[in-house]
Nanobody
């Protein structure tokens, strides 16, 4: 059974940092592209950062380039999102995503709230 569990969200002041974690189970990393999405109130879900081509490349939203970094620890089956220089507009629920490379199949975590406020 595929399961994705996010952690690390919370309240942080503008300019601060957080690191989100996504613990994955039940998947073969070589068959999935792992990534992070977010959804703010009244907004559509958007891609934040993701691995592509089975982890060979990365994609970032323009709004987070230079501030956010996606990384992974394959031994722990965990994907991270390091978020620096946080802005109020980064406030959202952040979701871990596992996209099967060979068909339109997606798995999602339950999400973790990130709130950036002074």
């Amino acid at each position: 059974q595929v399961q994705l569990v996010e952690s690390g969200g919370g309240l942080v002041q503008p300019g601060g940092s957080l690191r989100l974690s996504c613990a994955a189970s039940g998947i073969n990393r070589s068959a999935y592209n792992m990534g992070w999405y977010r959804q703010a109130p009244g907004k559509q879900r958007e891609l934040v950062a993701a691995y592509t081509s089975g982890g060979s490349n990365t994609n970032y939203a323009d709004s987070v380039k230079g501030r956010f970094t996606i990384s992974r620890d394959n031994a722990k089956n965990t994907v991270y999102l390091q978020m620096n220089s946080l802005k109020p507009e980064d406030t959202a629920v952040y979701y871990c995503n596992a996209k099967y490379r060979w068909s339109p199949v997606n798995y999602w975590g339950q999400g973790t709230q990130v709130t950036v406020s002074s």
